[in-house]
């Protein structure tokens, strides 16, 4: 039911964009629609690997060990190894989504995996690197990796306050 | 955003064999019936997805292309105080662009005198929240029940890391932060 009204949700906001574009000029709404079409295309692929890999990664893995690393009973030593490994994850989004939907098919709990998908978001060693040390001061970079060290352990604790998702 | 990618990348072919190996093994293992059953489950949820992702895609192209990153850099830079880091939230997530535009951005806002906070506030926004992001990646792979709860917990956090920085900043670096 919620899947189906993010959805709907989703092309309403599309329906609002396009419609703006097409006030401004015919040709924007092309463009648009081409890159958009153009981007879906590049995506799949790489999605319908990650997505229907991850399955058979899950179920190589044994259970029992990742329940027990990441599991619904491995507390804040659970959350810190999530924190790490998501600050450690190499490559780009289909490396760090595969790799927390596989750990979530296969024992790991949701604020754990919320805990390393938000560390993946904040600390990506290679983004931080490749971008971020080049665009801003070193200091803000050292200050906002040092005050976002908290944020997975309070994402983690969120989830399990409103025992969501 | 725009996903400029090569058709091409390390990353997906390293993911690739893995996930390949992963398949061969179970096969191996446990059988055609476990291998038909984990693939016919996983293109289930592939297929139910694909909708969002297209939509995803087009809400990342058209708002590039509808919202000026001049505009955004307005906002952040108007406000101080508390309005000041939740505003910076509100223009991280709305933020069109990949990593090579967003700091850019920051650091722009640093140099032309806008508060420590402010500019952590809308980096960490970007990276937890930033819509395109979430919509074209997050939602296909992790679900929509996942990406919901985790985008209602996340608003707070770049308030938070903002008020730290400050506070930090303040306390450590008396002389600014390019100093």
Known sequence: ?165 | MRIRRKTFDWSTAVITVLMVAAAVTVYLRDGWDRFAGVFLGDVHIFLDILPKMAAGCLIGVFSTLLIPREMVARLVGAESGFTGLAVATFAGAIMPGGPMTVYPVAGAFLAAGADIGAALAFVTSWTLLGYARALVWELPFMGTNFVFWRVVIAPAFPLIVGLLGRWVAKALMPHGVRS
């Not at chain 1, 419609?19 to 629609?33: I, N, P, Q, W």
């Open chain 1, 1 to 165: 039911m919620m899947a189906l009204a993010i959805g709907a949700l989703l092309w309403g906001i599309v329906a609002v964009l396009v419609a703006t574009a097409a006030v401004r000029s015919a040709s924007l709404v092309e463009t648009g629609l081409r890159e958009g079409a153009l981007d879906f295309l590049r995506l799949t692929p790489r999605v319908a690997i990650g997505v229907v890999g991850s399955g058979y990664v899950a179920a190589v893995l044994p259970p029992e060990v990742l329940g027990g690393l990441l599991g619904p009973s491995s507390g804040l030593l659970g959350t810190a190894i999530a924190t790490v490994a998501g600050a450690f994850t190499p490559g780009g989004p289909v490396v760090g989504f595969s790799i927390a939907v596989a750990a979530l098919k296969s024992g790991a709990a949701a604020p754990q995996v919320i805990a390393y998908t938000t560390a993946w978001a904040l600390f990506a060693i290679q983004r931080v690197a490749s971008y971020e040390v080049v665009a801003m001061p070193a200091k803000v970079v050292w200050l906002r990796v040092v005050c976002s060290i908290p944020v997975p352990f309070l994402a983690a604790f969120g989830a399990m306050l409103i025992g969501k998702p």
